[in-house]
């Protein structure tokens, strides 16, 4: 049963840095796009960053670009998202998700989020003084 757990979200000033953790279990690796959603409450889930497992090719949208980096250790089975310069408008709770890798990273990060097959849990964060 292939799952996803993330970790690290929590309360941080304005300016500060969070790093969250997507573990991933029975997934097959090599066609693999792992993607940080975030989601605020009556809203659409919004792409943040997205890495292609297999070469590592990620995609960053305007709203973070330059602040946050995505990686992935495949040796873990598990996929980063750094956070820096943070922002109150970064609160949010933030989900990543799986899905079998078709296209581009960048495309695969702006379809509708219905297309992902597999969410974890979701992890707030929260940026205030």
Not at 19 to 24: D, F, I, K, M, P
Request: charged share 15%; glycine share 10%.
């Amino acid at each position: 049963q292939s799952q996803l757990v993330e970790s690290g979200g929590g309360l941080v000033q304005p300016g500060g840095s969070l790093n969250l953790s997507c573990a991933t279990s029975g997934f097959a690796l090599d066609k693999l796009i792992i993607g940080w959603f975030r989601q605020a409450p009556g809203k659409e889930p919004e792409g943040v960053s997205c890495i292609d497992v297999n070469n590592g090719n990620t995609y960053y949208s305007n709203a973070v670009k330059g602040r946050f980096s995505i990686s992935r250790d495949t040796a873990k089975n598990t996929a980063y998202l750094q956070m820096s310069s943070l922002k109150p408008e970064d609160t949010d709770v933030y989900y990543c998700g799986a899905v079998t890798s078709w296209s581009t990273v960048e495309v695969m990060c702006n379809m509708p989020k219905y297309e992902y097959e597999h969410w974890g849990q979701g992890t707030q964060v929260t940026v205030s003084a």
